[in-house]
């Protein structure tokens, strides 16, 4: 079969993430099952010829102009024929049912962006960005399509899709869960781990207030930052540590290796996750199958990849506040960490690539 993914990132992009991880998984299967897999998507600042596994890629244009040579690509014929097209929606639609190919089409959503546009965009573009979704959601909403949590597939059907066209697909995580939790060795004091990219979505500065709320009902406790930021909000976030009465508190490491990661998790006691929204928050299972449970914010995607007082802790609220006090309840109680800690390791032993391929090929009936 021959199979068109159009996509704006890829896994080599600057700004990829788990969303990036996900797409090279299932096309790498693909692509080992036997079927010619083309992945179409933008290019960036020295991205070079770099191809990903066994599948081909093709690069051309930037974070705007990718969706315009995607059209003029298939209207020059330059795709071919594709039995399948996948159009991975980010932010923007790539609107390939206007190509005029007779392929087999479906859409992938990892999330919406809605409320992503006020924190990430700048006015007035973050308005427009708002208003403008609905609009062409509305225009899509006829197609089919995969998401990979019922959240978002909540979202879609708000936004007039056919609850019967949405399907689930499960995400898997790359991380092997560590053979045993008695394997796994924890921070002498009870450390919390902020990680990921230091940015407005990520809400990170809500992470830092909420440490500093707990950090004053628990002596001990520590946190730690990792991962890379630049611009305003990250200075705002390395200000604020500090000035923090507690600053001799908190380490940040910056970008780090997955291997140190990986080490990361499996030390940390507890990750915080706050993001304004997720397709599902793959740094929490992943975490999970290192030996941790997360605290997060009730919000798309982590709600699915959280189950409250099963394998982590979800805050009442929204807020640093909130989120200090479901850390000071799992540092209290002891058994309810032992517990949390032992299912969400479990549970992360069945989110598995295989698991979502396997899904994937039969929601799409390939062999």
């Not at 392929?103 to 403008?132: C, D």
């Not at 990792?226 to 009465?245: D, L, V």
């Amino acid at each position: 079969m021959k199979i068109l993914w159009l996509s704006w990132k890829d896994k080599f992009h600057p700004l990829a993430g788990g969303a990036e991880v996900v797409t090279d998984q299932l096309l790498t299967r693909l692509a080992k099952d036997g079927h010619d897999v083309t992945l179409f998507t933008a290019s960036y600042p020295n991205a070079g010829n770099r191809e990903i596994g066994p599948y081909r890629v093709v690069r051309s244009g930037g974070r705007l102009s990718v969706y315009l040579k995607a059209f003029r690509a298939a209207k020059r014929g330059e795709f071919g024929s594709p039995d399948l097209l996948i159009e991975e929606i980010n932010t923007v639609p790539f609107f390939s049912q206007f190509y005029g190919l007779r392929s087999k089409r479906t859409l992938f959503f990892h999330q919406l962006a809605r409320e992503v546009w006020f924190f990430q965009m700048f006015f007035p573009l973050n308005i427009l960005g708002y208003l403008i979704e609905p609009l062409y959601l509305k225009i899509l909403s006829s197609n089919k399509a995969i998401v990979v949590s019922e959240s978002t597939k909540n979202d879609l059907c708000r936004y007039g899709f056919k609850g019967e066209n949405v399907s689930i697909v499960p995400v898997g995580i790359e991380l092997e869960p560590v053979a045993s939790l008695k394997s796994v060795t924890k921070f002498n004091d009870f450390t919390l781990l902020s990680l990921g990219a230091i940015r407005p979505m990520k809400r990170t500065l809500d992470q830092i207030k909420a440490f500093e709320h707990a950090r004053s009902k628990i002596p001990e406790l520590k946190l730690i930052i990792a991962g890379a930021g630049e611009g305003g909000y990250f200075n705002r976030c390395m200000t604020y540590i500090k000035k923090s009465q507690f600053s001799s508190d908190v380490t940040y490491l910056g970008r780090v290796s997955s291997d140190k990661k990986v080490k990361l998790m499996q030390q940390s006691h507890a990750i915080l996750v706050t993001s304004i929204k997720e397709g599902w928050g793959l740094i929490v299972t992943e975490a999970n199958s290192q030996g941790t449970p997360a605290v997060v914010y009730n919000v798309d995607g982590l709600r699915d990849s959280t189950k409250n007082n099963v394998t982590g802790l979800v805050s009442v609220s929204n807020t640093p506040t909130s989120l200090a006090e479901q850390v000071i309840a799992l540092y209290n109680d002891k058994a309810l960490y032992s517990r949390l800690r032992n299912t969400a390791w479990e549970w992360s032993k069945e989110i598995t690539f295989e698991n979502s391929y396997n899904c994937f090929k039969q929601i799409l009936f390939i062999k």
